[in-house]
């Protein structure tokens, strides 16, 4: 197992969000953690990634405890984290956001820009400068270039132009077919259905139902996803 997170909890100070995650993701897997706002999405995805503090239970990611590991030396080990907002480097060029990330393996920024052409047409233009979109796959290359085991993506469309989404979601799905593993937070059920094989769904920092998304029946999305 790629990514094995056990009984995982987690806290801001003294207020617990989560109270028991239970969520795993294998080689070429992708696993969507679902919920309703607030029910502990992004902080499971911050713990996991080594941005939390993990007060109990486990994360065990490529055969290693990282449950107490630095961010930085999370990302070494091969998670690849596109945050929620971005966080493009606004004072670096398109070009120098991916260089910098850059380690060995088989992502190289050729790819980076067959993916996603327009980063090679904006080469050379300040980050802060894109659109909302063209940061959004800026931050994906980014992380991309990392050649990351696991890619981690927290609502990576959200507030995006409709073609711009479709954009990414193609790029999502060449990803799943290279075999690349992913773990994904988003809204957008329909498209998530269409591109994951695993679903997790949290609710009140608990893992409330964990199985392949063909079995994500109406009523459980209902009962759990509904507003």
Request: positive net charge; aromatic residues 4%; glycine residues 12%.
């Amino acid at each position: 197992m790629l990514l094995e997170v056990r009984n995982l909890t987690s806290s801001y100070g003294a207020t617990q969000v989560l109270f028991g995650v239970d969520l795993s993701v294998d080689e070429g897997q992708v696993v969507a953690l679902m919920g309703r706002n607030g029910m502990g999405k992004s902080t499971t995805i911050r713990a996991i990634c080594g941005l939390n503090p993990v007060t109990a239970g486990s994360v065990g990611f490529a055969g290693t405890n990282i449950s107490a590991l630095a961010a930085y030396k999370c990302a070494r080990l091969g998670l690849g984290l596109v945050p929620e907002g971005r966080r493009c480097f606004a004072n670096l060029s398109v070009v120098e956001n991916l260089l910098v990330a850059a380690r060995p393996g088989p992502w190289t920024l050729a790819d980076i820009h067959e993916l996603f052409p327009i980063l090679d047409q904006r080469a050379r233009q300040m980050a802060d400068t894109l659109s909302g979109g063209e940061q959004q796959m800026l931050a994906i290359g980014r992380a991309l270039m990392t050649n990351p085991k696991l890619l981690v993506l927290d609502e990576a469309t959200e507030g995006l132009a409709p073609v711009v989404r479709a954009h990414i979601w193609t790029a999502l799905k060449t990803l799943r077919d290279r075999g690349q593993a992913i773990l994904l937070v988003d809204k957008s059920l329909n498209e998530v259905m269409q591109i994951a094989g695993h679903c997790t769904i949290l609710e009140k920092g608990r893992s409330v139902w964990s199985g392949p998304a063909t079995g994500l029946t109406a009523g459980l999305q209902q009962r759990f996803l509904g507003v």
